[in-house]
């Protein structure tokens, strides 16, 4: 499975930005894919999920509320729409699929949230 991310970018606080995922390869064994973020020092961590199967979703309580993740699944694509950012949003924010055995992730693209 190959993950390719764009979308990341400058935006001042209060503004919006929409990442895309686009999976390629053995896309049939990803079950879910979500968004990870890391910020210079901190530990990566889970922004919001969404199963391939249901279509259910899951969040960080940072993220509730103003992020909404979606999938494409015909084009086997991922979207997350961020709003009301804040700078503390700022960080490398990376695609991951999950399948069984270890996940695969993308490269990452930096998001940048000026006050």
């Known amino acids: 499975v190959q993950l390719v991310e764009s979308g990341g970018g400058l935006v001042q606080a209060g503004g919006s930005l929409r990442l895309s995922c686009a999976a390629s390869?053995?896309?049939?064994?990803?079950?879910?894919m979500g968004w990870y973020r890391q910020a210079p020092g901190k530990q990566r961590e889970l922004v919001a999920r969404i199963s391939t199967g249901d279509g259910r979703t899951s969040y960080a309580a940072s993220a509730k509320g103003r992020f909404t993740i979606s999938r494409d699944n015909a084009k086997n694509t991922i979207n997350l729409q961020m709003n009301s950012l804040k700078p503390e949003d700022t960080a490398v924010y990376y695609c991951?699929?999950?399948?069984?055995?270890?996940?695969?992730w993308g490269q990452g693209t930096q998001v940048t949230v000026s006050s």
């Open positions: 991951v699929a999950k399948v069984t055995g270890p996940d695969y």
């Open positions: 390869g053995s896309t049939f064994r990803i079950n879910a």
